[in-house]
């Protein structure tokens, strides 16, 4: 069974920063949270993961709480082609036991 | 660098036959991992090989099994298939050590049964 909960489905503006949260307040010490998305028909794609303090790469930045129960993926600026599936995963760092959830479907409109 | 492959793309099979899926990982990858992806279910982990061994299994039944050769390639392989095995079979890979940790995927196999 899946460790986070995330809304169904966001929309987002393009050229706004896009906004998901998640939550995973069972979260152990020594789980990370990933972040993955899936565009239709496609696999997933890795986009960030983290432990405790923010991290920021090309395509994202990610916001957790200090408490860890907590977190926010945030595309700083969306484009249509950020319309996909996302999931938040909390997982031990080489665990490739993954359990996704069901995701949020994220909705960039012009 | 190429990414994961994945053969064939799309499959038919008839209920009560078998089937073999096939993933190439990215070059040096030494990590494989198979998921189950349903509209009803989502992504289902079935099953991970690191160097030709079972390293970590989910909760599926024993028709589904999975095998490495010794170049990292893994095929899975479901035997008497069920109308409810269709789905797209994703396979990812990753260099398998704790430091890097990122899996990628590939654009899976849509296997239906009819």
């Known amino acids: 069974d899946a460790k986070t909960t995330q809304p169904t489905s966001m929309d987002c503006a393009e050229g706004r920063a896009a906004n998901l949260p998640c939550n995973h307040s069972t979260i152990s010490g020594n789980e990370y949270v990933y972040w993955y998305r899936q565009i239709h028909s496609q696999g997933p794609q890795y986009i960030i993961h983290g432990l405790k303090n923010n991290e920021t790469n090309e395509m994202a930045s990610l916001i957790i709480t200090e408490d860890r129960k907590s977190s926010t993926l945030i595309l700083p600026h969306a484009t249509l082609r950020d319309t996909a599936v996302y999931y938040c995963?909390?997982?031990?760092?080489?665990?490739?036991?993954?359990?996704f959830g069901a995701g949020t479907r994220l909705t960039v409109k012009p | 660098k190429a990414g994961v492959t994945q053969t064939p793309r799309y499959l038919i099979k008839t209920r009560g036959q078998q089937v073999t899926l096939s993933c190439s990982p990215i070059?040096?990858?030494?990590?494989v991992s198979w998921y189950q992806q349903t509209p009803g279910q989502g992504l289902q982990f079935l099953f991970e090989y690191f160097s030709e061994t079972q390293r970590n299994k989910g909760n599926f039944p024993g028709r589904f099994s999975g095998r490495q050769f010794s170049n990292s390639r893994s095929e899975m392989n479901v035997s008497t298939l069920e109308l409810g095995d269709s789905a797209l079979y994703l396979c990812?890979?990753?260099?398998?050590?704790?430091?890097?940790?990122?899996?990628?995927f590939g654009p899976g196999t849509r296997l239906t049964v009819t």
């Open positions: 995963i909390v997982r031990v760092e080489g665990d490739n036991d993954m359990r």
């Open positions: 070059s040096g990858h030494r990590s």
């Open positions: 990812a890979s990753s260099a398998g050590t704790r430091a890097l940790a990122e899996q990628y």
